[in-house]
């Protein structure tokens, strides 16, 4: 079966993503389980990715994977980057990381501070 999945990643990834959505689809347009149990269909596709790399990697490529998907992207644009909601949510990215155990470096809120009560003092150049 490994030697498969390695000669067919695509494949593999396909039919097994398939069928685990297929697990919770199924039984909700039959009625056995609840309909909005089949929103959990949704995230096969992404259970199946993991199965695989499991089976092909082992755990080291495991642990590389969901590193690399466990990456936060935070998008502070147009009326959510209003000063008072961006030192909301570093505040609360600080407490959430602390209570993880995370070391926290604390010059980088203060330094977020800084810009913001430095902004009125910060003159324009002509140009």
Do not use: C
């Amino acid at each position: 079966m490994k030697t498969f999945i390695q000669e067919h990643p695509a494949q593999s990834l396909l039919v097994l993503a398939l069928g685990l959505s297929g697990l919770f689809l199924a039984p909700a347009e039959a009625g056995i389980i609840p309909v909005g149990w089949s929103q959990l269909a949704a995230i096969g596709p992404s259970i199946a990715a993991i199965i695989l790399v499991m089976i092909t990697v082992g755990r080291s490529g495991l642990r590389r994977f969901l590193r690399r998907g466990l990456v936060w992207r935070v998008g502070l644009m147009g009326y959510s980057s209003k000063k008072a909601n961006v030192m909301l949510f570093l505040s609360a990215l600080e407490d959430i990381l602390t209570s993880l155990g995370y070391k926290m470096n604390e010059r980088g809120i203060i330094a977020a501070a800084d810009v913001y009560r430095n902004e009125s003092k910060i003159s324009k150049q002509p140009g």
